[in-house]
Nanobody
Framework: QVQLVESGGGLVQAGGSLRLSCAASGRTFSSYAMGWFRQAPGKDRKFVASISWSGSSTYYADSVKGRFTISRDNAKSTVYLQMNSLKPEDTAVYYC?????????????????WGQGTQVTVSS
């Protein structure tokens, strides 16, 4: 069993920053690739960023590249999403996910475990 708990969401003005955290428990965190997805109201869940188990490889959606940074601290069993230069279009529920096998980590089907999400609202 893997439990993922997101935190750090909130309300921020356009141009501001937030850092999301995802704390994992129940499995060996360092063995999992991790990803962030988001779902805006009335929209499908979309890929945001991913990071390999070692932290050596990262991947970003074009919509966030250059503004968001994914990182992980395996000693703390935590993955982070630093979000800068936030835009109203970034408003969504943000979910972290863990993958225990190889796949295309931009696809939700590659992930085995999901958190319950944290709300990010960017006002204009």
């Amino acid at each position: 069993q893997v439990q993922l708990v997101e935190s750090g969401g909130g309300l921020v003005q356009a141009g501001g920053s937030l850092r999301l955290s995802c704390a994992a428990s129940g499995r060996t965190f360092s063995s999992y690739a991790m990803g962030w997805f988001r779902q805006a109201p009335g929209k499908d869940r979309k890929f945001v960023a991913s990071i390999s188990w070692s932290g050596s490889s990262t991947y970003y959606a074009d919509s966030v590249k250059g503004r968001f940074t994914i990182s992980r601290d395996n000693a703390k069993s935590t993955v982070y999403l630093q979000m800068n230069s936030l835009k109203p279009e970034d408003t969504a529920v943000y979910y972290c996910a863990a993958a225990n096998s190889y796949g295309d980590y931009a696809l939700g089907i590659s992930y085995d475990y999901w958190g319950q999400g944290t709300q990010v609202t960017v006002s204009s």
